[in-house]
């Protein structure tokens, strides 16, 4: 008697261990594909670039093309549209949380870190960056180059809402 009470606890343990394992499975899971959804990506200001991507922008990549715009000398004699790829991601957590810019083609390599958030829901992030809450840096061939020239200044939205790049 004592035997089938060990036996049936011992059962329901396993049990238990299986249904929250079962549970737990894919969350935080080392080798689950990051979220690749759509969504607009819109810059504007002395960086200006509007576009649908797909996948942005976790740690590991996938890190999106992107054609984006620089004006105002940020880096100096890079003004004009350039191909490239971009990250953006949240830098700092918390009350003093901050956002990251970086973009990069085989010529230039700039990342601009900082910036104040002006919304932040589910579906909308938007961050304005200027010369007093931001810094930005230079990189070429993986190397630090030292500051931009000019931190730029421009706004950052990330919607959900894929009509607001068609706009």
Not at 25 to 43: A, L, N, S
Not at 60 to 68: E, I, K, L, S, V
Not at 128 to 141: A, I, K, L, Q, R
Request: aromatic content about 12%; charged content about 20%; proline content about 5%.
């Amino acid at each position: 008697m004592k035997a089938g009470r060990v036996a049936t606890v011992g059962i329901l343990f396993i049990a238990i261990l299986v249904v929250s394992g079962a549970k737990a499975e894919g969350q935080g899971k080392p080798g689950k594909p990051p979220f690749t959804g759509k969504e607009c990506i819109v810059f504007t200001g002395d960086l200006e670039g509007k576009q649908v991507v797909e996948g942005c922008c976790p740690n590991r990549g996938p890190f999106p093309a992107y054609t984006m715009t620089l004006s105002g000398g940020i880096l100096e004699g890079f003004e004009g549209v350039y191909e490239g790829h971009l990250f953006v991601n949240q830098y700092r957590p918390g009350r003093i949380r901050q956002y990251m810019v970086e973009f990069w083609t085989d010529d230039l390599h700039f990342v601009v870190m900082g910036g104040v958030v002006k919304e932040d829901t589910k579906n909308n992030l938007v961050v304005d960056f200027d010369t007093y809450n931001s810094e930005c840096d230079e990189y070429s061939s993986g190397a630090y180059k030292g500051p931009c020239k000019n931190i730029p200044t421009f706004r950052l939205v990330r919607t959900s809402d894929l009509s607001f790049c068609a706009q």
